[in-house]
């Protein structure tokens, strides 16, 4: 009997270990991530083409230098004046074609000298703004010290304020040599401020 009784707790001692040792343990799991939309970069886009006049205002200075290499004191300058041109849109680059009209008040002279330009613009078109270079040829007129031609060079930004209008700077240097067979060399540097309206 005793030894029925021995054999009864091991069997359940037993089972009781077996059973308990069936039972397996939770498991944590992550639910996947819901997809997250990623919002594309956003890229402001704008046609350049196609006509546009408008006004400007700027400073500078006029240099003079004779050919044996004398140089005369630089006289400040103050400019305004007007543009018109077309420009056509290739997608990356820009490319058309400006007149401008710009009176010069030298410092120095009793006289203002009236600028006419005609020239070239290239560009990149990066969205609303627009570097660019720019060149051409250049006419001087004044009372004071004569009439010449010359050409020009420079660069600007414009800036795409909407689709009609734009605001930019613009840097030139306008260069007349042997102004007048005089044997003096003139430049005039100017920095202006532009806006215009395209249509």
């Known amino acids: 009997m005793k030894n029925v009784m021995i054999a009864g707790v091991v069997a359940s001692l037993t089972a009781t270990a ?6 397996a343990e939770p498991v944590m799991t992550t639910a ?3 997809p997250v939309a990623v919002a594309a970069p956003v890229v402001m886009t704008n046609d350049w083409s196609g006509f546009y006049a408008g006004a400007q205002v700027g400073f500078g200075q006029l240099e003079a230098e004779f050919d044996d290499g004398t140089e005369v004191e630089d006289e400040d300058l103050t400019s ?38 005609a ?11 627009l ?28 800036y795409a304020v909407t689709s009609n209008v734009r605001v930019g700077v613009e840097y030139l240097e306008h260069k007349f040599d042997n102004f007048e ?12 401020l ?3 309206y395209a249509f």
């Open 18 to 23: 077996s059973f308990a040792g069936g039972i």
């Open 32 to 34: 996947p991530a819901a």
């Open 80 to 117: 305004y004046g007007v543009q018109a041109g077309y420009l056509y849109d290739l997608g990356k680059f820009v490319v058309g074609a400006e007149a401008a009209y710009a009176q010069l008040d030298i410092d120095g002279l009793d006289d203002n000298a009236d600028v006419l330009r």
């Open 119 to 129: 020239g070239v613009v290239a560009g990149y078109d990066a969205g609303r703004f």
């Open 131 to 158: 570097p660019y270079v720019t060149a051409g040829y250049a006419n001087v007129d004044t009372n004071a010290i004569g009439e010449d031609d010359g050409y020009y060079y420079g660069a600007g930004v414009d």
């Open 181 to 192: 067979d005089a044997g003096i060399d003139l430049t005039a540097k100017t920095t202006s």
């Open 194 to 196: 532009k806006v215009s």
